[in-house]
């Protein structure tokens, strides 16, 4: 190489060190320039959901006049107060939580309204306290009819063994998903398309569509997953130990959500003698797309978490200019109407997996593997 060549490419990767340096200077100094308005507390580093909301929030805010702080509570409710505590103590105007425990969250609301900040509910109510402003949510109950019909759909004939899973008592969109499932499956209960394997709550109610929260806080505390993978295995395995060879074979889960998905079908995929199952998801999850992909999971429902994002720091920027923000629709959280527009879902199975999630640029399609 000639030394005038050598010379001119050592001034051009200076040029360029010089350039990223200064750009990352800029954009770190315009993040640190925007003033903290919006604290932002999740439940859990532990599921891939909750990344998903990080990622999107994070993606979301840099077109934000505002800057934000995310924290995550790790399934503690001590650690979520703590959370709120310290980004109240920093001058937040608003508080975006998606509560651990929907009771216990209520000091925390209560804590923000004191301190005059707005409090948004996200994706999971926070229940009896009137500190709530607004609840930015999907449409759970059409989540729980998704996951019943697409069981519903795929069953033939009489006397399918129907497995029933439910997520923790503590979060009130366990109710609203299994409500909607509920209500989808209960009448191909009663007409004996579904046999109920394991829980003799549920066929104590069998015939019954309309459900008391206390009802199915009775279903729901048998076979609540807890939202834990470990307990939705331990859960499934037990319920396989005790169920007599005429409720194996070709059966139907309702699993809550993909997490919980991926144990409970991996539980059943072990016992010998289980031949053929169907079963439920939601959220959309990266293991579990490879799970459809795979043939494991049987489907999942989309909650395209950049529209929760979206609506989530439209109404954060509404309250930050002390305006109202839209709502169609209000969700009763003991003590008060909240409002809220809520956004609607989509089944995702093998056959639409690649429309919905790859080509509408969702996922990319080099995160999974694919068949041959
Ligand atoms: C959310 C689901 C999630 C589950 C467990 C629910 O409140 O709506 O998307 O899978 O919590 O974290």
Redesign the pocket.
């Known amino acids: 190489m000639s030394n005038n060549r050598r010379f001119f490419i050592m001034v051009g990767a200076l040029l360029l060190l010089i350039s990223v340096f200064l750009g990352g200077c800029s954009s770190s100094k315009q993040s640190s320039n925007k003033q903290l308005a919006i604290g932002i507390v999740l439940?859990?580093k532990d599921?891939p959901?909750?990344i998903q909301d990080e990622t999107r929030f994070q993606d979301a805010l840099k077109d934000t006049p505002y800057a934000a702080e995310i924290l995550f509570s790790q399934g503690d409710p001590a650690k979520e107060k703590a959370n709120v505590e310290t980004l109240l103590s920093k001058g937040i105007k608003v508080l975006v939580l998606?509560p651990h425990d929907a009771n216990a969250a209520a000091a925390s609301a209560e804590a923000a309204k004191k301190a005059g900040v707005k409090v948004i509910s996200y994706?999971?109510l926070i229940l009896n306290t009137d500190a709530v402003d607004y609840y930015v949510?999907?449409d759970?109950i059409q989540?729980g009819q998704q996951q019943g019909q697409y069981l519903v759909n795929h069953a033939t004939g009489k006397g399918n063994p129907l497995y029933l899973y439910a997520?923790?008592l503590s979060?009130?969109?366990?109710f609203l998903?299994f409500q909607g499932a509920w209500e989808v499956l209960q009448p191909k209960i009663a007409d004996g398309t579904f046999v109920i394997a394991n829980s003799d709550k549920a066929v104590a109610l069998k015939d019954k569509k309309n459900l008391s929260r206390e009802e199915m806080a009775s279903i729901i505390g048998q076979i609540t997953t807890n939202?834990d993978f470990n307990t939705a295995k331990n859960l499934a395995q037990a319920n396989l130990a005790k169920a007599s060879k005429n409720l194996k074979g070709n059966v139907y889960i309702l699993a809550?959500?993909?997490?919980?998905a991926r144990s409970i079908a991996d539980t059943f995929a072990a016992d010998p003698d289980i031949t053929k199952y169907v079963i439920t998801g939601?959220?959309a999850?990266k293991p579990s797309i490879q799970y459809i992909i795979d043939g494991k999971q049987s489907m999942t429902v989309f909650?395209d978490v950049r529209i929760l994002v979206k609506d989530a720091i439209n109404v954060a920027l509404t309250y930050l200019k002390n305006g109202t923000p839209e709502a169609t629709k209000t969700y009763n959280n003991g003590v008060k109407d909240v409002p809220s527009k809520p956004s609607p879902v989509q089944v995702v199975d093998k056959s639409n997996v690649k429309k919905v999630l790859i080509d509408s640029g969702y996922y990319k399609e080099s995160d999974f593997t694919w068949p041959k």
């Open positions: 439940p859990t599921e959901r909750w998606c994706d999971r949510t999907f759970s989540v997520g923790a979060d009130n969109n366990s998903f939202w809550p959500n993909d997490g919980t939601q959220d999850e909650k």
